[in-house]
């Protein structure tokens, strides 16, 4: 595969004004941070910072797989469902394994890898009638979208699934490191024999939940960069007409580019499950794929394909986390982060329109 | 005889979704004792009043290639401001009537807002108007939140559910016959009603909308601009001005939607509407528009949401949890797009 270079075309050193605009969602999130640094008390910390991001951490995996979705030109409404969909169903086997007295550990294991076997169906299916039937990508995951709903809802009844293995929560809210500085530094889990009131004291650096994000990004970061399938996914959205000529096998790609997205809004069902430790359906108002959507083109990509980068992605994800617990924690009614996240987005897209050739 | 094959076949993919609705009917009627009756017919027209509006309003913007998102939480704006725009009035000593009238008014003039300004982005400002429609969507949903400040609106006047509940037309077999008033009748007597207020209201409007797009140059902009905006431009059309328009009957519908919620349930309530989007977009896809653009009738979005009420009701009465209507929605969406895809040139043979 020969690689293509991109012919870089530099017109001497960028100016201010671009490298504004350019990073504006970035500038933008930083500007955040410091403002809500002197209007919330305690905005500012270790504790709250990782917290955000913790938080955020469903909401980084459901952008990360539309990130794919959108730059190839398409749509997935279908990730918040198919998270859901994931967590009802590895929730509910291991409340059975667990409740037939198998160990915590393997009935874990099973859940997860029967729950993320089955998170790729609904891609399947929607990829399938995209790819080969041509059916426009917001339709048919809007089918995929009414069907996992449904067949999560019969399977859990209209309850979340309780009674599950407590390690669950204590590896999904657990820390890396553990430190209490002068007395003692531990990996993984707290120190033995403290007392609840001394908990507080304890420093606890990066979130287990850190780890797993690294990595899912890691991952997709450089499917997206550094391999012929980000390459062949930004073709596709540039242009399909000239992806056929390129020679790429289109509905094959586009196949597995849904199948991966389900994918990865099954790893954020699982993630769920190990988060709060209850499988967890998704209202059908609960609205994740459209503030996954929003997050996606906070961070610069394109709904008409061809554009975007899982750092975007991630920024603007961001932004939205840190405006809720920012807003939150500066006493401000919850109700405004509704409002302010549609102004960002509409000055996301008119930026977007007004220096079209930036990005 | 492959030829008469041929037409059934066409036929069939053409018509299928009428045949769909008497089939599903059929089966309700047959599965559940005393479905085929006025009584449940009736209720499946006035629980389907929000399904229609926003379906219409929803095909407007369909025909333009566009989408509005928005149309669930401007409904559900419009029901806050409504509910607490008539309890204001009636606050300040106006009389029931006067004060439903003006709070209703009010808010059908202030439901064309959410569908100015997403016009303005997607016609000006070329946002596209997925993304303008869901930041719209967040701020309507935002706002009805601040004015309800947590609790549903409530100090309604009583007049709005004797509206909103009432029928046009009662008739006491063989002896009376009254409009809008219920007669008085001894205890034992039966009083059949007719047709909800409710419904009379949502196809007056619908019918003048559908009038607007089926006859009126209105429609036929909406249609060339869906079809080819280039060509649309270089007819002469003003495509700017005209795009504003739909997005702000879009939105009119949406809160005309809202103000008759208020009149059924007597109350107000952000997430009104929330429910409805889905069904409205799956009820215009059902009546064979493409969401390219160009193409769709009301009528046809009218039995796109008779599937829909019908499949609502029905599960409902059968006694079946709501969940599978979700898995029974997206398969027929599913369906109807692949028969439009597969038989395009038998389907729209005289598009």
């Not at chain 1, 650096?205 to 997206?224: C, D, E």
């Amino acid at each position: 595969m020969s690689q293509i270079s991109v012919q870089q075309i530099d017109t001497g050193k960028p100016g201010f004004l671009e490298v504004v605009a350019k990073n504006w969602a970035a500038l933008f999130l930083l500007i955040l941070l410091v403002v809500f640094s002197f209007t919330g008390k305690g905005f500012f910390s270790l504790a709250n910072l990782q917290t955000i991001v913790h938080l955020s951490t469903v909401l980084l995996l459901l952008a990360a797989a539309e990130t794919f979705v959108i730059i190839s030109g398409g749509i997935d409404l279908s990730v918040g469902m198919v998270m859901g969909f994931t967590a009802i169903l590895s929730a509910k086997i291991m409340q059975i394994l667990y409740k037939a007295e198998m160990p915590q550990g393997a009935s874990i294991l099973i859940g997860c890898a029967v729950g993320l076997a089955a998170c790729i169906i609904p891609g399947l299916i929607s990829g399938i009638l995209v790819a080969r039937y041509r059916v426009p990508p917001f339709i048919a995951t809007l089918g995929t979208w009414g069907v996992t709903l449904g067949v999560q809802l019969k399977i859990c009844g209209g309850y979340t699934i309780p009674f599950l293995p407590p390690k669950l929560v204590s590896i999904g809210n657990g820390f890396l490191f553990y430190v209490q500085p002068g007395h003692f530094f531990r990996l993984f889990k707290p120190p033995p024999l403290i007392e609840e009131s001394q908990i507080q004291e304890v420093l606890r650096i990066i979130p287990n939940s850190f780890i797993f994000l690294l990595i899912v990004l890691g991952v997709t970061w450089h499917l997206l960069r550094n391999t012929q399938f980000g390459q062949h996914t930004y073709a596709i959205g540039g242009s399909m007409d000239a992806a056929v000529r390129a020679g790429i096998d289109i509905r094959r790609h586009i196949l597995r580019i849904y199948v991966l997205s389900s994918f990865l809004a099954g790893l954020a069902g699982v993630f769920n499950v190990f988060q709060s430790g209850l499988g967890n359906f998704t209202r059908f108002n609960a609205m994740y794929e459209l503030f996954a959507i929003a997050g996606v083109i906070i961070g610069g990509a394109s709904l008409m394909g061809g554009k975007g980068r899982i750092f975007g992605s991630v920024t603007g994800v961001l932004i939205i986390g840190v405006l809720e617990t920012g807003l939150l924690i500066s006493g401000v009614e919850p109700f405004y982060r509704f409002i302010a996240v549609g102004v960002i987005l509409i000055v996301a897209v008119v930026i977007d329109h007004l220096f079209p050739d930036l990005f | 005889m492959v030829k008469a094959k041929l037409k059934v076949f066409s036929l069939l993919a053409r018509y299928w979704a009428y045949l769909f609705l008497i089939l599903e009917f059929i089966f309700f009627a047959s599965m559940a004792r005393g479905f085929f009756s006025l009584r449940v017919i009736q209720n499946i027209l006035f629980f389907g009043t929000p399904i229609f509006l926003l379906g219409t309003a929803e095909t407007f913007v369909i025909i333009t290639g566009g989408i509005d998102l928005s149309v669930g939480f401007v409904m559900g704006f419009a029901t806050v401001l409504a509910a607490k725009l008539v309890a204001a009035f009636i606050g300040l000593g106006m009389g029931p009537a006067a004060g439903l009238a003006l709070g209703v008014g009010i808010t059908l003039i202030v439901g064309l807002i959410p569908g100015f300004i997403n016009g303005t982005l997607v016609a000006r400002l070329d946002v596209p108007p997925f993304i303008a429609t869901f930041a719209m969507f967040g701020i309507s949903h935002g706002v009805s939140e601040l004015l309800l400040g947590g609790v549903w609106a409530k100090n309604l006047p009583h007049l709005a559910n004797a509206i909103g509940n009432g029928f046009f037309l009662y008739v006491v077999p063989g002896k009376a016959l009254s409009l809008f008033q219920r007669p008085i009748v001894q205890r034992g007597q039966a009083v059949l009603e007719i047709i909800p207020n409710v419904v009379v209201i949502t196809f007056f409007f619908i019918l003048i909308v559908a009038f607007l797009l089926k006859r009126m140059k209105f429609g036929h902009h909406t249609y060339a601009i869906g079809g080819n905006i280039d060509a649309a431009v270089k007819a002469g059309i003003n495509v700017k001005k005209h795009l504003v328009r739909v997005y702000m009957l879009s939105s009119f519908l949406a809160t005309l939607a809202g103000a008759i919620y208020v009149l059924k349930y007597v109350t107000g309530k952000g997430d009104a509407g929330a429910a409805f989007l889905l069904d409205s977009i799956v009820a215009v896809v059902i009546g064979g528009a493409s969401l390219y653009g160009g193409k769709g009738t009301v009528g046809r979005t009218i039995l796109g949401c008779c599937i829909l009420a019908t499949l609502e009701t029905g599960l409902r009465v059968l006694g079946v949890s709501t969940f599978d209507k979700f898995i029974a929605v997206g398969v027929i969406l599913i369906i109807a797009v692949l028969i439009d895809q597969f038989s395009p040139e038998l389907v729209h043979k005289e598009d």
